[in-house]
């Protein structure tokens, strides 16, 4: 099939529903077989690894629209989620000292963050004279959703388009290649389980060669290597 992973996985989801309307007007009795227990296709991510890590940055520089560029370096110095981040308010940000508290859905709590003062400039121009309400908003002041957000960032980006969550999988992996212990990670990231955390971090063939070349025996040069 010339389907997508994506696509398969959509049309399966929707065949479910139907047959469970089907059974809710009596007109089956019960889930086919092959439903009961579908084989779900695996979609792989596009992940963006260590050593894209100065392309990314440059990336994110270049975008032109000041909110969409906001949203981005927001979401990377943060590593928060899209979410979290559509739901943040001005009462939540101390633009004094950087502290951030963020909602998260999944553990339906707080959780605090900073952002880098190179920032406090930037943001305290864009929410401008407004004191309270949401950070993102329309011209009503009413907040922006992160599917409207994203469906902007589509069209305005277009092919240059990054996924939200790339960037929360990026500066894990960029964190950890740069020195900082998966705690700290875990934590940035507000993991409750390290497993969780190592499945955000990734390393390229790149990186991995340039690793074992400072480290392995069999990796360093021929002439300091005698096999």
């Known amino acids: 099939s010339s389907l997508t992973a994506h696509s398969k996985k959509l049309r399966i989801a929707a065949i479910i529903r139907y047959c ?50 906001l949203v981005y370096l927001m979401l990377y110095s943060t590593g928060c989620r899209i979410d979290s981040l559509m739901n943040l308010d001005i009462e939540h940000v101390n633009l004094e000292t950087g502290e951030v508290s963020f909602f998260t859905a999944k553990g339906n709590s707080y959780y605090k963050s900073v952002l880098p003062k190179a920032f406090f400039v930037v943001l305290k121009e864009y929410i401008s004279n407004r004191n309270s309400g949401p950070i993102f908003c329309q011209g009503n002041k009413e907040r922006i ?76 040069p021929a002439d300091s290597t005698n096999l």
Request: proline share 3%; no cysteine; aromatic share 8%.
């Open 145 to 220: 959703s992160k599917e409207a957000m994203r469906l902007r960032v589509k069209r305005e980006l277009k092919g240059k388009y990054i996924k939200f969550h790339q960037i929360r999988h990026s500066i894990a992996t960029h964190l950890k290649a740069n020195g900082a212990a998966l705690h700290d990670v875990q934590e940035f990231l507000n993991h409750k389980n390290p497993v969780t955390t190592t499945k955000y971090i990734h390393s390229s063939i790149i990186h991995k060669k340039k690793v074992l070349e400072s480290t392995h025996a069999f990796f360093k």
């Open 20 to 69: 469970k309307f089907l059974i809710y007007s009596n007109v089956i009795d019960k889930m086919p077989r092959e439903l009961i227990d579908p084989e779900i296709p695996r979609i792989e991510k596009k992940l963006l690894f260590v050593d894209e890590q100065d392309e990314l940055l440059e990336k994110l520089e270049n975008i032109k629209d000041k909110e969409i560029k």
